[in-house]
Nanobody, 116 residues
């Protein structure tokens, strides 16, 4: 079955960096775009970044351009989210997502907390 497992979250000071990973299984990874979302307390889940199946095309939420970078390694069935210059407002649970056969699949999420 489709499985997504996020990792790499944690507590970081403002201005710091983290790299999140999303390990996928249960489908042909190289055929599908992958999405990173986040959800802050009391807020709706929002789209952070997308990457096409080949990795040649990426897209970001306007507020995050220049700070976050999405990438993938199809040989490892893994997508990454490099987050730099982190701000307290980046605090959220980060999820990866794939739409496989018209069904959305989500990982369990990884908590990112930006605080001094």
């Amino acid at each position: 079955q489709v499985r997504l497992v996020e990792s790499g979250g944690g507590l970081v000071q403002p201005g710091g960096s983290l790299r999140l990973s999303c390990a996928a299984s249960g489908f042909t990874f190289s055929n599908y775009a992958i999405y990173w979302y986040r959800q802050a307390p009391g807020k709706e889940r929002e789209l952070v970044a997308t990457i096409t199946n080949t990795g040649r095309s990426t897209n970001y939420a306007d507020s995050l351009k220049g700070r976050f970078t999405i990438s993938r390694d199809n040989a490892k069935n893994t997508v990454y989210l490099q987050m730099n210059s982190l701000k307290p407002e980046d605090t959220a649970v980060y999820y990866c997502n794939v739409r496989y056969r018209n069904t959305d699949y989500w990982g369990q999420g990884t908590q990112v907390t930006v605080s001094s």
